[in-house]
């Protein structure tokens, strides 16, 4: 009994290791959090002077960067893509491109502030793994704690078939939903609906995130 247990948890680690290395499915590979390698892209070419928006899909969604262009002269970097990212590895991810001069403004979502959604989610587990995994080695502590939890699912998703075929890309949140500045400006021809607002945040508040943010100014103040 004991040696069959042990088969077949072999067996469903070696299944949930193959699914880790797989490449991103093409239904993954059409979503929204695969617009990372294009806005990546703006922040190493994209020339002075610059603005660079940090946050989560409220500025993907909510911002129309030419006015910002047009208006203030500068050169806007929508950084954007998806509030279970985590405002921590939006920060870790951002740094590294930021040069001399540039302006740098953070818009969290509230709840980053709040619980441990500032770590990451199951969508910080998918970029890290469908499209920078050299990242994942520079994860810090807590967000391997935080993501852990869905690499089983994260893994077997990679043998379902429905991730292979009649696979069509939503033109709202997919990979080219995005303008040339990094906003997601497909749904601006769309009938306005009425948004309801979220409940109360009940997590306890997070000062480890206002530790994260000083360390960031701090790191902005040394780039200049």
């Known amino acids: 009994f004991l040696a069959r247990i042990v088969n077949f948890s072999l067996i469903l680690i070696l299944i949930i290791c193959l699914g880790l290395i797989l490449p991103a499915t093409p239904r993954d590979s059409k979503s929204l959090l695969f617009s990372k390698i294009a806005k990546d892209s703006l922040l190493q070419n994209i020339k002075p002077p610059r603005i660079i928006l940090v946050g989560g899909s409220n500025l993907s969604f909510g911002l129309n960067s030419q006015m910002i262009k047009d208006s203030l002269g500068l050169n806007p970097i929508n950084t954007g893509i998806h509030a279970a990212i985590g405002l921590i590895y939006m920060l870790d991810n951002t740094l590294p491109y930021i040069k001399s001069g540039d302006i740098v403004v953070i818009s969290p979502e509230y709840n980053q502030f709040f619980g441990t959604i500032a770590y990451g989610r199951e969508e910080l587990l998918r970029t890290v793994f469908d499209i920078k995994f050299s990242q994942a080695l520079k994860l810090r502590?807590?967000?391997?704690?935080?993501?852990?939890?869905?690499?089983p699912k994260y893994a077997i998703s990679k043998f379902d078939p429905r991730e292979y075929f009649d696979v069509v890309e939503n033109n709202i949140y997919g990979v080219h939903s995005f303008n040339e500045f990094g906003d997601a400006d497909k749904h601006w021809a769309l009938k306005k609906q009425?948004?309801?607002?979220?409940?109360?945040?009940?997590?306890?508040?997070?000062?480890?995130?206002?530790?994260?943010?000083?360390?960031?100014?701090?790191?902005?103040?040394?780039?200049?």
């Open 141 to 151: 502590k807590e967000q391997w704690e935080n993501i852990m939890k869905y690499i």
């Open 194 to 224: 009425e948004i309801l607002p979220d409940d109360a945040l009940e997590d306890n508040f997070n000062y480890s995130v206002m530790n994260a943010l000083y360390n960031f100014n701090q790191q902005l103040i040394n780039k200049g």
